[in-house]
Structure formats: structure tokens, C-alpha cells
């Protein structure tokens, strides 16, 4: 099983500020199959990025994804007040695994 | 509208089983695998299992091997969850969601709102 490790657990941050994100894996993700979901409190996640880098249908671009093998970034350029939230990495590779999640609170 | 609806959630003795439904409409649903993934009340999410577009390739985490039987119904555009012998880690919201292509090795794009189970005595 693929254990992925997100840090920081919470970053706490201001509207408008960059937002860096990290998803790291214990061994090789195949082709870059990662992806990162965002969580608000009483809703489903939704998917924001899929193949490490490419942004699904409807997201802004403020949402970018980069990284391969076993080392994955989420940046949120300017934070939007509807960005604060959780987000978790998923790998797709084999079996799935979730990241633990990183929390996004306002400062 | 892509819509799914989980169903079948309730309160059940440890040991018990419970079966999970999950409704699906708005796209052609024996085009795509599909998933469960769970959440515990106040934790993250966890992938429980997956099913092929046709039920021929089935995968499941390691905490419910064994223990846990997904399936579907094309002809109902349903997908269902059949739990054994829950436990009282079991008890999580249970979130049905559709894979992006015909294997269940995909990432996912729709989510139900998912059916809460608790195991307790």
C-alpha cells in the first residue's frame, strides 16, 4: 500500500495570499496518477486536479498541481475566501490511498 | 444532471451486516467503474472499494477484505455495498462516487452525499 504524507496539517493563511500544499508518497506513484480534492464541512469532496497537473473541468486556474514520482505540490495562487477548506491527495496508481489532509484556515 | 444517491445507512449491532445502495442517473452508468470511500465522524477519507464498468476487475482495502462485497446492477443503474461482521471502526459516512473511466484504478469526478452507518451496541 501506498501511504501518502500531506504537510502542513494546517496552514493558516490570508485571503489573497499563495497557498503551497505538499503530498508526499512512500514509494513511486505510476504515471503520475495523483489527485487532489477539496473538502468544505458537510459537503463531498470535489475533484480538483487529476495526473498530478491537470485541472478538472470548472476549476479556477488559481488551482495548479505539479510533481511526479513521489514528491506532489497543490498551490492556490491568491486564496479566494471559498478556498478555505481540506484538501486531500489521492493516488490512483494502485490500489487508492488518500492523503491524511491539509487543513486551509483563514489567518 | 449527474446525480448519485447513497441509501441503506442506519445504526447496527457490532457483528451485524448492513447493505449499502447507491442510485445513479444523469449519464450512462455501465460506462464507468465506481467507487466507495468512506469517512469516519471528524477524520479523512478512506478508499473502501472499487468495481469495473462490467464487475469483472473488484478491488478492496485491506481494513474490509474479506469482510466487505461490492457489486452493481446496470440493467438498475445501481451500485451496492454489502457489509459483514461490522465493527465499530466501520462507522464512517459511506460516500459512493464514479470513476472517470471503465477500471476502477481512476481517480473519481461525482460524489453522492453518502448514507452515515454507525456500529454500536
Known amino acids: 500500500e501506498i501511504v501518502l504524507t500531506q504537510s502542513p496539517g494546517t496552514l493558516s493563511l490570508s485571503p489573497g495570499e499563495r497557498a503551497t500544499l505538499s503530498c508526499r508518497a512512500s514509494q513511486s506513484v505510476s504515471s503520475s496518477y495523483l489527485a487532489w480534492y477539496q473538502q468544505k464541512p458537510g459537503q463531498a469532496p470535489r475533484l480538483l486536479i487529476y495526473?498530478?497537473?491537470s485541472r478538472a473541468t470548472g476549476i479556477p486556474d488559481r488551482f495548479s498541481g505539479s510533481g511526479s514520482g513521489t514528491d506532489f505540490t497543490l498551490t492556490i495562487s491568491r486564496l479566494e475566501p471559498e478556498d478555505f477548506a481540506v484538501y486531500y491527495c489521492?493516488?490512483?496508481?494502485?490500489?487508492?490511498?488518500f492523503g491524511q489532509g491539509t487543513k486551509v484556515e483563514i489567518k | 444532471e449527474v446525480q448519485l444517491v447513497e441509501s441503506g445507512g442506519g445504526l447496527v449491532q457490532p457483528g451485524r451486516s448492513l447493505r449499502l445502495s447507491c442510485a445513479a442517473s444523469g449519464f450512462t452508468f455501465d460506462d464507468y467503474a465506481m467507487h466507495w470511500v468512506r469517512q469516519a465522524p471528524g477524520k479523512g477519507l478512506e478508499w473502501v472499494s472499487g468495481?469495473?464498468?462490467?464487475?469483472?476487475?473488484?478491488g478492496y482495502a485491506d481494513s474490509v477484505k474479506g469482510r466487505f462485497t461490492i457489486s452493481r446492477d446496470n440493467a438498475k443503474n445501481s451500485l451496492y455495498l454489502q457489509m459483514n461482521s461490522l465493527r465499530a471502526e466501520d462507522t464512517a459516512l459511506y460516500y459512493c462516487?464514479?470513476?472517470?473511466?471503465?477500471?476502477?484504478?481512476?481517480?473519481?469526478?461525482?460524489w453522492g452525499k453518502g448514507t452515515t452507518v454507525t456500529v454500536s451496541s
Open positions: 495526473g498530478a497537473s
Open positions: 489521492q493516488q490512483y496508481g494502485s490500489s487508492p490511498t
Open positions: 462516487a464514479k470513476a472517470v473511466e471503465m477500471q476502477w484504478l481512476s481517480f473519481v469526478d461525482v
Open positions: 468495481i469495473s464498468w462490467n464487475s469483472g476487475s473488484i
